[in-house]
């Protein structure tokens, strides 16, 4: 069976790294023409190249010029994938309002930035995927609030824009934890602890791998009657 994803060119951005780059991997083995964008040149030309992916760029998605450079030369895309980001952390009555509004400028006016740049160059019959998290629905008490409503707003983005945007599809992934790069920047030293309790408490008893996370991302990508979700991947982390 020929794969949906088949010379169709797939851009992700945050594709250079964790589950981004999973989810390049995986739609390049079914045929996808994958081109990554990431924050670091040096690092995304190095994958891009180990990876044998059609291209990549650098692009900082909190400032739009960027954005229109990395896409200026792409004259088509076909399936978009918007996971830049970073865990911006820090309590609502502490931190400095402007590392805290790095949470909407990495996801939500990155996808609009996005979006209005490409224009009519975003195939009618592709796809947008977007990314929340855990923290969407089960924020903590560690300075993750903003984080939890920059999270749970791409949900809720994707389902306006799957109707805004028809027949293009429009579909966020929820991780839970999975085990990449920004885990264990995010966590240091505590790593092995965090994950040593989630073999005991997660259902699934370990951490997901950022092959797991970009497998369903490649599903919503790939699935022409998958619009307006959120699939969430978190080992049963909701149950418990
Ligand atoms: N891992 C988890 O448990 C988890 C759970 C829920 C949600 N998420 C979300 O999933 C997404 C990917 O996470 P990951 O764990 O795969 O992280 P990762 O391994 O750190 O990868 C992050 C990617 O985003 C790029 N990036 C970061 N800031 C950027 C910016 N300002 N402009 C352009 N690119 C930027 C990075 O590029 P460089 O490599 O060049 O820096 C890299 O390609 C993030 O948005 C994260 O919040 C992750």
Redesign the pocket.
Known sequence: MTSTLQDRTVVV?????????AAARQAKAVGAKVI?????PE??GRVAAENGFDGWR?????RPETIAAALADIPHVDHLVL?????VAGRVLEAEVDHLKRAFD??IW?AVHTLRTLGDRFARDGSVTF?????AERPTAQGTAVLAAA?ASMEAFARGLALELAPRRVNTL??????????A?TLGAGREAYVAALSETLPARR??T?EE?GAAIVFLMSNGFMTGETLHIDGGSRLV
């Open positions: 951005f945050g594709g250079t790294s964790g589950i981004g780059l990554v964008v990431g924050l670091n690092g995304a650098a692009a900082d998605v909190t996971l830049a980001g970073t865990f990495e996801r990155a990314i929340s998290g855990a923290l999270s929820s991780p839970g934890p999975i085990d990449t790069p920004l885990l920047r951490p997901g950022a996370a």
